[in-house]
């Protein structure tokens, strides 16, 4: 078995690097060398995103290799497409299969055989480009319409949750999703202030309502955990994160197969957390994290996403 830690191909992403596509993919290497690739190996990717980690992975898959990415975003499968369909030069025949599908993870097994990965990869992090696309409505820093879907095809919108849910479901999904202690007081607010259709306007009354109390609330802008519970909400994030923990990658991981997954707050990572302790418990996985591994201080100088993600690994037995 070939282990990813060792970069035979070169630098991480050189002529591909995160540069050319305005994404940095958080724990690269560290990802990388829990996933252990092996050369004509499968492998799934299972928040293909913009691609950054599954090109890593390509690199060292050989053209025996088989790379399936999934994605729920039509817009960030194609840009992953255009990246991992454009091997460099030096690898053009020695490059694996590449096989992209329009889905959710928590679908994965619909579209892979059992027992027949060698690894799989979610990066649960929203991308740079869904956040700064405006239209989109995922972030309270530019104004857009309230929308917030990975998939803007299909499912409940932002705007449907925050106009038609009553106060009392509205301020249980803050709560829980959004772990906002001051849920009530921002749902009674966003009742009173009905309608509202922009991200703009939401953040501004989230901000009349819950005002910072000390320095640090003050760190964090006072939309943050709302913005996340509805965005939560809306994806089935936490539903479709616990179905593939305790079923799809327990069903298409072959024996010895790495489990690799980044969380970026407490809600995931607590789920990930139990799925692989329950895992292990039951003689499924082997723990290769005891604790979760965080970015060195050199990466979050260069990508301060990375301070708040955190990466769990098992492996199939």
């Not at 723990?287 to 301070?307: D, M, Q």
């Amino acid at each position: 078995m070939q282990n990813g830690s060792s970069d035979t191909n070169g630098a991480l992403g050189r002529e591909h690097g995160s540069e050319m596509y305005g994404h940095v993919p958080v724990l690269l290497q560290l990802t990388i060398d829990f996933l252990a690739v092996r050369r004509g190996g499968t492998y799934i990717d299972a928040t293909l995103g913009l691609g950054g980690h599954s090109y890593e992975i390509a690199r060292r898959l050989g053209r025996l290799g088989h790379l399936i990415g999934f994605d729920k975003d039509p817009a960030a499968l194609e840009r992953a497409r255009a990246r991992l369909t454009s091997p460099p030069a030096e690898m053009a025949g020695d490059w694996p299969q590449i096989e992209l599908v329009h889905a959710s993870f928590a679908d994965i097994a619909q579209h892979v055989p059992p027992a027949s990965a060698d690894g799989l990869l979610a990066d649960l992090g929203v991308s740079s480009m869904q956040l700064q696309d405006a239209a989109r409505g995922f972030s309270f820093q530019v104004e857009g319409p309230l929308d917030m879907r990975m998939d803007p095809h299909s499912g409940l919108t932002a705007d449907q949750v925050v106009n038609r849910f009553d106060e009392r479901k509205l301020a249980d999904a803050i709560y829980e999703f959004g772990e906002e202690r001051r849920s009530r007081r921002i749902a009674r607010a966003i009742v009173r202030a009905r309608p509202i259709h922009t991200t703009a306007k939401l953040a501004e009354v989230i901000s009349a309502a819950a005002r910072p109390m000390n320095q640090s609330e003050r760190r964090i802008h006072p939309a943050t955990r709302t913005f996340q519970a509805i965005r939560i909400l809306v994806n089935r994030e936490l539903e479709d994160l616990k179905v593939l923990l305790h079923d799809v990658a327990l069903r298409v991981l072959r024996p010895g197969g790495r489990l690799a997954i980044i969380s970026f707050h407490s809600l995931e990572d607590r789920i990930v957390k139990d799925a692989l302790r329950d895992g292990a418990r039951d003689g499924a996985l082997r723990v290769l994290t005891k604790k979760p591994v965080t970015a060195e201080e050199k990466e979050v100088a260069g990508n301060p996403r990375s301070r708040s993600a955190k990466l769990r690994a098992a492996e199939r037995m």
